[in-house]
């Protein structure tokens, strides 16, 4: 047991690493992360770390949470394909999922005998959420024998009824693999415009059936704030998920997943940056490139939010129904054919 002077130095110490880390990082647009701010998630912190090691658990967190889950907890941070290849291969009896639902069932799908839970519990996403299992099938139905992929933000039924999952970092480049000159793409129909525009630029153009929704956050930019960033900081470098619409994206000087943007400014030269993506990335790469400059106007997915170092405790030591990830057996066999066959595609 520890004296409470030694639990103090304890507190302290964490809070400084945690710092050390987090200082140059926002916490709202007006303000950077404290030390008391770091002094204050630092006994759930450690709490979390000590918990993990003695139940075998690894935390999986996905860029876009809080900057204290993301460094203070993480095992693991990334896009939603870094992640699923770490849930892939983990020898952990336990994955915490801290992210959405989709993605945390991903990870059950891939390993159906390992507890899989989620801090946020049934967090949604507004792809995800735009399109059912039956949906797809019903598409399928009006286009018999044309290929379906799914983008990795869709349910588990959606998944099970699809050819192939695609992510942000890998869907262009498996949408050109697909053979036949017609492809249904679900349940993101902005970025099926900017499949149709990638694939024409690489002189393999097909013809893209879509259905679905889109993005709360990516959907929000218009090419009117790149004129107004590139206005405004001479020189800026914009960069744009391929979930943002076609008119944006095209007057970007970069398009990709999230781990994408994250090498091209780790590999630029160039020090200011404009990110039309949603705040968890910024934070990261403030966190990643202090000497780098990165402007953000808008952008913040609230069930990613819903994650936190005391929802995170909880699910460790005593995790509610809702944040227990369950998949129906029959649906994980076939929804695990389509992430494996994009695992396949991707290499």
């Known amino acids: 047991m520890l004296t409470p002077l030694e639990k103090e130095a ?13 200082k140059s990082v926002s916490k709202t647009k007006a303000a950077k992360w404290t030390f008391e701010d770091c002094l204050a998630a630092a006994p759930y912190v450690l709490a979390i770390n000590r918990f993990k090691k003695e139940q075998n ?24 394909y870094e992640l699923a290849l770490k849930a892939r291969s983990s020898t952990a009896d336990i994955i915490v999922f801290a992210g959405v639902w989709f993605m945390a069932e991903t990870a059950k799908i891939i390993n159906p005998d390992k507890k899989v839970v989620i801090p946020a519990g049934k967090a949604g996403c507004t792809l995800a959420d735009s399109m059912t299992g039956e949906d797809v099938k019903k598409l399928r139905e009006k286009h018999p024998g044309v290929p379906a992929l799914c983008y ?16 942000s970092g890998n869907v262009f480049d498996i949408a050109q693999k697909i053979p036949g000159n017609e492809l249904i793409f679900v349940p993101d129909m902005l970025m ?15 013809k893209i059936i879509s259905s679905g929704g889109s993005c709360c956050v990516h959907d929000k930019y218009r090419p009117e704030i790149v004129d107004k ?43 200011t940056f404009g990110m039309l993506t949603e705040f968890g990335l910024v934070n990261r790469l403030e966190a990643e490139h202090p000497d780098k400059t990165f402007i953000w106007p808008y952008g913040v997915c609230s069930y990613m939010k819903k994650n936190s170092l005391i929802n995170t405790l909880e699910a ?32």
């Open 316 to 347: 460790l030591i005593d995790p509610r129904p809702d944040q227990v990830v369950t998949v129906d057996g029959r649906v994980a066999v076939q929804a695990k054919k389509a992430i494996e066959k994009m695992f396949e595609l991707a290499k």
């Open 192 to 206: 099926a415009q900017n499949i149709d525009a990638e694939l024409k630029r690489r002189g393999t153009p097909k």
């Open 229 to 271: 960033l590139r206005a405004e900081h001479p020189g800026i470098k914009m960069l744009a998920h391929p979930e943002c619409p076609i008119e944006v994206c095209q007057k970007c000087d970069y398009v990709g997943s999230t781990k994408g943007m994250a090498s091209y400014v780790a590999g630029s030269p160039d020090k």
């Open 57 to 80: 658990a690894v935390i999986l967190a996905h860029s876009y949470t809080t900057p204290d889950l993301v460094y203070g907890v993480a095992d693991f941070r990334g896009d939603s």
């Open 152 to 167: 990795i933000n869709s349910s588990a039924e959606v998944k099970a009824v699809c050819d192939s999952c695609v992510t």
């Open 10 to 22: 304890q507190l302290t110490q964490e809070a400084h690493r945690l710092y050390g880390l987090l």
